[in-house]
């Protein structure tokens, strides 16, 4: 764990920059949030820890956009869903790598800092996907 890094959305996206997916520990339960928040949904603490976590998971649910926001039309058709890290948590992201029509509950994925590159307006913030594993 690290505490010297502020704990704030923008250190989550400079972390992600760097290749590393953090998660929040809350210093009073223990509890791990991801994406970080500034108050603990269990026990309503204010202190956390960076905790780096895993990017390996499981494909829990998916969609296939094929109607997009301004930012994703170039993007469309594309997948969404949620993986299920191995450690229970659970993060949103797009899905690349793999036919849609392969996708599948319960594939194994991994987080892949390099492959969203899409452009977007403001805020221009480092992104992941997820790749089969």
């Not at 895993?54 to 930012?71: C, D, E, M, R, Y």
Request: glycine share 10%; net charge positive; charged share 15%.
């Amino acid at each position: 764990m690290s505490t010297e890094a502020p704990f704030t959305i923008e250190q989550f996206y400079k972390f992600l920059a760097q290749g590393k997916l953090m998660a929040g520990k809350c210093m009073r339960c223990g509890k791990i949030h991801l994406p970080p928040r500034p108050l603990c949904d269990n026990c309503h603490g204010q202190e956390f820890a960076w905790m780096e976590i895993s990017g390996k998971g499981t494909l829990v649910s998916f969609t296939v956009i094929h109607i997009a926001p301004q930012q994703f039309q170039a993007s469309a058709p594309y997948a969404v869903g949620i993986m299920q890290l191995e450690n229970g948590l659970k993060l949103p992201g797009m899905i690349t790598g793999v036919p849609h029509e392969q996708l599948r509950i319960g594939m194994a994925l991994t987080v892949d800092f390099g492959a969203c590159t899409a452009a977007q307006p403001w805020p221009q913030w480092p992104r992941y996907c997820f790749k089969p594993a």
